[in-house]
């Protein structure tokens, strides 16, 4: 039956229409009264005085011009009322918010430009504290530490409301809170915290200037700049032999993200080298403003220029360290493994003597350190792409080394490690589940054994894959698989964040987010994953018969996550450097500017200096002769 509300409308339309006929056609009538109002009232039997012609005509141009004012009048008033009904009716049915009303889906345009909004302040907000930590540490190198102190603070108040603000966005992402009401009031407190991360640096930007005195003279400051760029310059060769070397020991996916990192960092020195003698020269002319708006770019190029030197010496001191590990991590992934089997007897399982060979050892033969094509002989996908039979899937959507494409996949469910779950992966499962898992993890450990005696290979790799076969069937107690993870994690944090560093021009939200929850998951102490774990347990969930009770959520499988997301952040930060490209390519008038703008060293020709977002650009003016 048609409700009330919904019957009663059409009547109400109906109403409206009639009410502006009726107005119109009383305006009509008072017009056509007072229009035959003269005629009614003359009588012709009346005498009629006499009086002179002249008088007769002023009279009659009198009353002629009295009748047709007022219907006149009249005839306005009716229309102007028929236009305000129907103006008022309109009005009122496009703001109508009751059922069935226009504007019913309008809060969806408005959550999609809120969401936009956080996104986009997100970046400003990440910017901002990076580009303000970078010019803290020229400061500090000047001025010392306690000098410092209050901008130092200032800084860790401003990392700590973004960090919040990631961590909103990322449980954002995984659709947490889930009704609309509540997600748009989390994107109001994302853009709130990011708001406040500019406010709390803007605050401190005056300040921060006075200490350094740029405007004053840039001398001191000058040769400190000078001093770094010396350094840099005299490390280049050394760490380009360096990455020559790891290319010819390791496999080419181990060095792989280090590709064109030389190069660029090249590239840096060269704008630095432009800055700093323009930076001079205008010292030398006693133009204190545009040098210090030099000596601002040229410190920015010269603390990327490091971070891609850094980034390689990092990454070979990591390769080192996992060669040495991946031993001692085989032998203790199989105690995991044989503690696994153990558990599964209890429960009234096995796994048959066959469980580790086979067709299963073939599938994980292939790696980015062994046939590099990700299939076994059978050409049948390896564990780090689709999961042996019988396996759990990896939801991570590709190999160890080539995260999942992006909106492929949530970060609540990377490498096959639900948040909920991460560490143990043990929740409520089936005895069936757990024998496929350990043959699982029976055929990466076979594979891995493979590329040891198969020539050159990725050991940063084989320890990633290692653990995130064990995890799932691990109990979660110490030993060298935390270890193993934690290596694979840091190194993968570094490489993401010094890409995002390098390149924050182009860089969007979403790589930052997850890159943060990486970083944030790595330094996750004990309190926060037992807090997890008594959040797991509240919900009274009591393992079936056939099933085995929950471990803790481990640190071990923290690190694991940690690496997922810090391997998918990059390529998404690499997928935007793509479609962003070089906008100034062709135009620069200088080598190294388009680098520059790519890695936000310049904001529309100023450089980037420390300060939120309606500071951080102002030593304004083309920073570009």
Not at 251 to 260: D, I, N, Q, R, V
Request: proline share 5%.
């Amino acid at each position: 039956m048609t409700s009330s509300l919904f019957r009663g409308r059409p009547r109400r339309a109906a109403s409206h229409i009639s009410v502006r006929v009726a107005h119109a056609v009383l305006g009509g009538a008072a017009g056509l009264v007072w229009l035959v109002l003269p005629g009614m009232t003359i009588n012709a039997e009346d005498p009629v005085p006499a009086v002179r012609a002249g008088e007769v005509a002023q009279e009659e141009d009198e009353t002629s011009t009295s009748d047709l004012v007022l219907p006149l009048v009249a005839a306005s008033a009716a229309v102007a009322l028929a236009g305000y009904a129907y103006v008022r009716r309109t009005r009122r049915m496009r703001t109508r918010t009751t059922p069935g009303g226009a504007t019913v889906v309008a809060a969806a345009p408005f959550a999609s430009e809120l969401d936009e909004r956080a996104r986009a302040l997100l970046i400003e907000a990440d910017d901002s504290v990076r580009t303000s930590r970078e010019e803290l540490g020229f400061a500090e190198a000047l001025s010392g530490t306690a000098a410092v102190a209050p901008y130092a603070q200032a800084l860790l108040d401003a990392e700590s409301e973004l960090s919040s603000a990631f961590r909103m966005r990322q449980q954002y992402d995984d659709g947490v809170p889930a009704d609309q009401a509540s997600r748009r009031h989390a994107l109001a407190g994302i853009v709130g915290r990011c708001q406040e991360v500019g406010r709390r640096l803007d605050a401190e930007a005056a300040g921060f200037d006075q200490l350094r005195g740029l405007e004053r003279g840039v001398g001191e400051a000058l040769e400190v700049a000078e001093t770094r760029f010396r350094e840099l310059a005299g490390r280049t060769g050394a760490v380009e032999a360096t990455l020559a070397a790891l290319a010819k020991r390791y496999a080419h996916a181990a060095t792989a993200p280090l590709t064109g990192d030389v190069e660029q960092a090249k590239d840096r020195l060269v704008f630095a080298t432009s800055r700093l003698n323009e930076a001079r020269q205008a010292a030398d002319s006693s133009d204190s403003q545009r040098a210090a708006r030099h000596l601002r770019a040229a410190e920015s190029a010269i603390t990327q220029a490091t971070v891609f030197l850094d980034t390689i010496n990092h990454l070979a001191q990591a390769l080192r360290e996992a060669e040495t590990l991946v031993p001692a991590t085989l032998t203790g992934a199989e105690a995991e493994i044989a503690g696994a089997r153990g558990r599964l007897a209890e429960a009234g399982g096995g796994v048959g003597a066959t469980d580790g060979g086979g067709g299963e050892v073939e599938e994980a033969t292939g790696g980015e350190g062994g046939t590099g094509n990700g299939t076994g002989s059978s050409g049948t996908p390896t564990d780090r792409g689709v999961s042996s039979p019988g396996t759990p899937p990896d939801r991570s959507g590709g190999s160890a080394g080539t995260p999942p494409a992006r909106g492929a996949v949530t970060p609540a469910a990377f490498g096959g490690l639900p948040f909920g779950q991460v560490g143990g992966g043990l929740v409520d499962v089936t005895v069936g589940e757990l024998r496929a898992r350990i043959r699982h993890a029976d055929a990466v450990l076979a594979g891995v054994r493979e590329e040891l005696i198969g020539g050159p290979y990725d050991p940063l790799d084989a320890l990633r894959r290692m653990v995130r076969a064990t995890v799932p069937v691990a109990s979660g107690r110490a030993g060298v698989l935390p270890v193993a993870a934690l290596l694979a994690a840091r190194a993968s944090v570094a490489l993401a964040d010094g890409f995002v560093v390098t390149h924050r021009g182009a860089v969007g939200s979403e790589a930052r987010t997850l890159l943060a929850e990486a970083e944030r998951l790595l330094s996750a102490g004990p309190e926060e994953r037992a807090a997890a774990g008594l959040r797991a347990r509240s919900g009274g969930r009591t393992p079936g018969v056939g099933r085995l009770t929950s471990p803790e959520r481990t640190v071990t499988g923290d690190r694991a996550t940690a690496d997922t997301l810090a391997r998918h952040a990059r390529a998404l930060a690499e997928q935007d450097v793509r479609v962003h490209g070089n906008p100034v390519a062709g135009t620069a008038r200088e080598t190294g500017v388009g680098g520059a703008v790519l890695g936000g060293i310049l904001l529309g020709g100023a450089p980037a200096s420390f300060g939120g977002p309606h500071s951080r650009s102002r030593r304004g003016g083309p920073a570009a002769k």
